[in-house]
C-alpha cells in the first residue's frame, strides 16, 4: 500500500499521541457567570485548531475526575462573592491557564480520555467502551465457549482500547484478559495481510513474549485474549501497583519511589533486549515497548501487545521520540523506549525531561552508562545505540539466561515482505512528522530570539547608527552638491570683466570632474575697456577651450558696417481707401 494511499474502511486518522495545546484568550461574563475562550491547536500546526467555550464549573468537574490520580493540580479556588469583578476574572484566567499548562504537558494525564474530551470533544465524542462491547457480544455469537467475568475499566493508557476479564466455559476458575482496539492511524497492511498476521500471533513461542490464546481482526478492529497475571506488570512491580486499578491511579503519583535491585535491573533488561533482537531479526515491527508492555512471570520479563504495530497504533512514548529526528527506525524507537523503561527500573519513575541533564546517583556505574548511550542529548544527536552494541555492553554481558525455551516464530516471505512495506510506512510517516516539529522549532526560536528584549536593544542602536550616517551621508551629498554649484557659477563670473581685445581665462578648478559652463552672453562693442590685470589665484589657471576662444574672437572682430541694410514697410499707420 503506497504511503498517502485512501486509508481502508476502520483506518483512524487521528493520532491520540500528538499533544494539546490550549491557550485562553478572552473572557466574557453572561448574566451571572463568565465564559473564557480558549484557543486549542493539535501538534505544531496552527491550521490545526479550534476554540472552545468553558466555564469554571467545566473546570471543578474535570479537576474531580482527575483526582483518581491523586496528584494536587492547580486549580484556583472557588469564590462566591465577588467573582464577576473585573481584577478577579483576570486573576482566575491567570489561574485556569496554568491549570491547562499542567494537564496537556503532563505525559499520562495528556493522554488520558477525560483531558481529550474536554479540549477536543468533537474528536472524542465516542463511547468507545460501548462499541468494544458490541464488537465483544458479536464474537461470543460465534465463539460461545467463552463469557465475560467483568469489563476492566480504564486499565490501560489507550482511549481506543479496552480489556475485559474473561473465562472459559471448560475451565471457569481460570481468568483470561482479552483487550479490544480500533485500527489506528499507521495501519498500512491490506486487511487480508492483517488477519492473517494477527491470526499468526498465536503461534509464536518465545521464553520472553507473552502466551497469546486467541486472536483475531476484521476491517476495523482486532480483538487478543490472553492469561490474566494477578502479579501484574512489571510497571505494577515498580509503583506496587495492583493490576486492576486504574491507569491514573496506579502510575500518575505513586506513593513510593523506590528503583529495582541491580540484578533485577541486569536480568530484566538483558530479557528485554534478548527479545526484541529476535523481533528485528525476525523483520517484525514493534516500537510499544514500556514497562506497563511488559508482564512478569516469576523473575521472567515476557513482552505484551505484538498486535500493536500491525493494527497501527501510535507508540506510548511517541510525543518524546518525535522531537528528534535520528530516531527514524523502529529499531531506533525500540531502543529509544528501552531507555525509558532502564531509567524507571533503576530510579522507580520516568526521567522528567528528554533528553537528561544529569543522572541522580545510580546502583552501578555500567547502568549510567547505558543510561547516557540513550537518553542524553549527544545521544539524540549521533542516534540510538543498535539492540547487539547494549548486549554487549558490561551490565547486561554476564548475564546468565536459564531458560532453554526454544524460540519459534514462523512468517511467510509474502507476509514478510508486507510488514517490511508497512514498516517503512510507519518510518516515513514519523519522519515527516519529526521535519514539521524540527521547522516549527526552529521558526519559534527565531521569532523568541527576534522577540528578545536584549535583541530589541541591539535593533534600536542599529537603527539609531543607521539614521545618524543617512544624515551624515545626505549632509555630505548636500554639500558637494552646493559646492558643484559654486563651482559652476564660478566657472562664468568670479573672473574679473576684461575687454575684448585682452580677454582673461576664468577659473576652472575643479572643471576636470564637471563639464564646462556654458559661455556668456556677448558684452556691447561700446563697453570701455577695464583693467587686464588678473587677481592672484591660489591654483594656476587652465587654458581656455578652443570652442571659447572662437566665440571670443568673433566677438572682438566684429564690424558694424559689414551689416545689410534693411528697408522697414511701415503698416501701422491706418489706411484710408
Known amino acids: 500500500m503506497a504511503f498517502m494511499e485512501k486509508p481502508p474502511a476502520g483506518k483512524v486518522l487521528l493520532d491520540d499521541t500528538v499533544p494539546l495545546t490550549a491557550q485562553i484568550e478572552a473572557s466574557q461574563s453572561l448574566h451571572s457567570h463568565t465564559e473564557y475562550i480558549i484557543r486549542v491547536q493539535r501538534g505544531v500546526s496552527a491550521e490545526n485548531s479550534w476554540q472552545i467555550v468553558r466555564r469554571y464549573s467545566d473546570f471543578d468537574l474535570l479537576n474531580n475526575s482527575l483526582q483518581i490520580s491523586t496528584l494536587s493540580l492547580p486549580l484556583p479556588p472557588k469564590k462566591l462573592i465577588g467573582n464577576m469583578e473585573r481584577e478577579f476574572i483576570a486573576e482566575r484566567q491567570k489561574g485556569l491557564q496554568a491549570y491547562l499548562d499542567v494537564i496537556t504537558t503532563h505525559h499520562i494525564l495528556s493522554n488520558c480520555e477525560l483531558v481529550k474530551k474536554f479540549l477536543d470533544p468533537?474528536?472524542?465524542?465516542?463511547?468507545?467502551?460501548?462499541?468494544?462491547?458490541?464488537?465483544?457480544?458479536?464474537?461470543?455469537?460465534?465463539?460461545?465457549?467463552?463469557?465475560?467475568?467483568?469489563?476492566?475499566?480504564?486499565?490501560?493508557?489507550?482511549?481506543?482500547?479496552?480489556?475485559?476479564?474473561?473465562?472459559?466455559?471448560?475451565?471457569?476458575?481460570?481468568?483470561?484478559?482479552?483487550?479490544?482496539?480500533?485500527?489506528?492511524?499507521?495501519?498500512?497492511?491490506?486487511?487480508?495481510?492483517?488477519?492473517?498476521?494477527?491470526?499468526?500471533?498465536?503461534?509464536?513461542?518465545?521464553p520472553y513474549i507473552y502466551k497469546i490464546t486467541f486472536a483475531t481482526a476484521n476491517e476495523s478492529s482486532a480483538l487478543v485474549i490472553r492469561p490474566f497475571s494477578e502479579k501484574g506488570?512489571?510497571?505494577?512491580?515498580?509503583?506496587?501497583?495492583?493490576?486492576?486499578?486504574?491507569?491514573?491511579?496506579?502510575?500518575?503519583?505513586?506513593?513510593?519511589?523506590?528503583?529495582?535491585?541491580?540484578?533485577?535491573?541486569?536480568?530484566?533488561?538483558?530479557?528485554?533486549?534478548?527479545?526484541?533482537?529476535?523481533?528485528?531479526?525476525?523483520?517484525?515491527?514493534?516500537?510499544?515497548?514500556?514497562?506497563?508492555?511488559?508482564?512478569?512471570?516469576?523473575?521472567?520479563?515476557?513482552?505484551?501487545?505484538?498486535?500493536n504495530s500491525l493494527l497501527g497504533l501510535p507508540s506510548f512514548y511517541r510525543s518524546y521520540f518525535s522531537q528528534f529526528r535520528k530516531i527514524n527506525t523502529l529499531e531506533g524507537v525500540d531502543v529509544h523506549c528501552f531507555g525509558h523503561l532502564l531509567y524507571e527500573m533503576t530510579y522507580g519513575r520516568p526521567p522528567d525531561t528528554i533528553p537528561v541533564d544529569s543522572f541522580p546517583p545510580a546502583p552501578s556505574v555500567f547502568v549510567a552508562s547505558v543510561l547516557e548511550s540513550i537518553l542524553t542529548c549527544e545521544a539524540m544527536k549521533n542516534?540510538?545505540?543498535?539492540?547487539?552494541?547494549?548486549?554487549?555492553?558490561?551490565?547486561?554481558?554476564?548475564?546468565?539466561?536459564?531458560?532453554?525455551?526454544?524460540?519459534?516464530?514462523?512468517?511467510?516471505?509474502?507476509l514478510k515482505e508486507a510488514l517490511k512495506i508497512s514498516k517503512e510506512c510507519i518510518e516515513k510517516r514519523l519522519t515527516e512528522e519529526q521535519k514539521l516539529i524540527h521547522q516549527?522549532?526552529?521558526?519559534?526560536?527565531?521569532?523568541?530570539?527576534?522577540?528578545?528584549?536584549?535583541?530589541?536593544?541591539?535593533?534600536?542602536?542599529?537603527?539609531?547608527?543607521?539614521?545618524?550616517?543617512?544624515?551624515?551621508?545626505?549632509?555630505?551629498?548636500?554639500?558637494?552638491?552646493?559646492?558643484?554649484s559654486n563651482n559652476s557659477a564660478g566657472s562664468g563670473a568670479s573672473s574679473p570683466l576684461t575687454s575684448p581685445s585682452s580677454p582673461t581665462p576664468?577659473?576652472?578648478?575643479g572643471a576636470s570632474l564637471i563639464p564646462p559652463a556654458p559661455p556668456p552672453p556677448p558684452l556691447p562693442p561700446a563697453a570701455p575697456p577695464l583693467s587686464t590685470e588678473v587677481p592672484a589665484q591660489p591654483s594656476p589657471q587652465p587654458q581656455v577651450s578652443a570652442s571659447r576662444g572662437a566665440l571670443l574672437s568673433s566677438i572682438q572682430n566684429f564690424q558694424k558696417g559689414t551689416l545689410k541694410k534693411t528697408q522697414t514697410c511701415d503698416y501701422s499707420a491706418p489706411r484710408i481707401s
Open 122 to 206: 468533537n474528536s472524542y465524542s465516542v463511547n468507545y467502551t460501548e462499541i468494544a462491547l458490541q464488537h465483544v457480544s458479536m464474537f461470543f455469537r460465534s465463539e460461545p465457549k467463552w463469557e465475560v467475568v467483568e469489563p476492566l475499566k480504564d486499565i490501560g493508557w489507550r482511549i481506543r482500547k479496552k480489556y475485559f476479564l474473561m473465562k472459559t466455559k471448560n475451565q471457569p476458575k481460570e481468568r483470561l484478559m482479552l483487550s479490544w482496539a480500533d485500527l489506528g492511524p499507521d495501519k498500512y497492511l491490506s486487511d487480508k495481510d492483517l488477519q492473517y498476521a494477527v491470526k499468526l500471533l498465536s503461534s509464536c513461542s518465545h
Open 233 to 307: 506488570t512489571l510497571k505494577d512491580l515498580i509503583y506496587k501497583a495492583k493490576p486492576k486499578d486504574p491507569f491514573l491511579k496506579k502510575y500518575c503519583n505513586p506513593k513510593k519511589i523506590q528503583g529495582l535491585e541491580l540484578q533485577q535491573i541486569k536480568t530484566y533488561g538483558r530479557q528485554i533486549l534478548e527479545v526484541l533482537k529476535f523481533l528485528h531479526e525476525k523483520g517484525f515491527p514493534y516500537g510499544h515497548l514500556h514497562s506497563a508492555n511488559v508482564m512478569l512471570d516469576g523473575d521472567t520479563c515476557k513482552l505484551l501487545d505484538l498486535e
Open 383 to 414: 542516534g540510538m545505540p543498535t539492540v547487539s552494541r547494549l548486549l554487549q555492553m558490561p551490565l547486561f554481558s554476564d548475564v546468565l539466561l536459564t531458560n532453554s525455551e526454544k524460540p519459534q516464530f514462523k512468517i511467510p516471505t509474502k
Open 440 to 484: 516549527h522549532r526552529r521558526l519559534t526560536r527565531a521569532q523568541s530570539h527576534h522577540g528578545s528584549e536584549e535583541e530589541k536593544k541591539k535593533r534600536k542602536i542599529l537603527a539609531r547608527k543607521k539614521s545618524k550616517r543617512s544624515a551624515y551621508e545626505s549632509g555630505e551629498e548636500h554639500s558637494a552638491k552646493y559646492s558643484n
Open 506 to 509: 576664468p577659473s576652472t578648478a
